[in-house]
């Protein structure tokens, strides 16, 4: 029985690659809060001004963890969950934000000093952390492609491209040096369709099976 989360880039593919998992594993599939989100439009649409006036990049960050924490408690009591991203990459959209001067200093201390005692309190579980990561990674074209495949109109605007893109740059850095929870097992999304590719599919949850029997899941 495992816990397994699937991370990665906007855009890449992670809710799809999670329903995979689901139906293949026979697993629950914890969503990423999107279409219920009120604050998610907002900070893609508003203007410089509103941003800074009403501060949605702080509220943003601030309702994804709320989320993400009550998603991975419920999974993590249970013997076999997905969870599409999860709260361990939540700190590094965080970080983003505040190097690009979305959030500010204070805002910042206050959402690690949350998150951090949110992860403390995940120490206190029976199992504490997932079994597995699925990593998506993919070229900047791919990212694009497929965000404008997905078709959300507050993610379109072309502004939002060096924004896309500073994410990227350092994400699989992210990955490298700060996510340490669990095993890791990184597909490239460049070479793999999981929607309509049914080998690609196949051989993913192949994969996805192959780790976990290492693992001994």
Known sequence: MSVIVVGGMIGLGKTSVAELLGRELGSEVFYESVDDNPILPLFYTASKEEIEKHRYPFLLQLYFLDSRFKSIKKALRSNRNVLD??????????????ELGRINDLEFQVYENLANNMLEELEELPKKAPD???????????????ISLRGRDFEQDESLIEYYRYLW???????????????VLIVDMDLTDVVNNEEDARKLVEQVKDKLSVLQM
Request: overall charge positive; glycine content about 4%; hydrophobic content about 35%.
């Open 85 to 98: 991203r999860s709260i361990y990459e939540d700190w590094y959209f965080a970080k983003v934000n505040r």
């Open 132 to 146: 597995l990561m699925v990593y998506l990674k993919g070229s900047f074209e791919t990212v694009l492609r497929r």
């Open 169 to 183: 740059k350092g994400y699989d850095e992210w990955l490298m040096k700060y996510y340490n929870q669990s095993d």
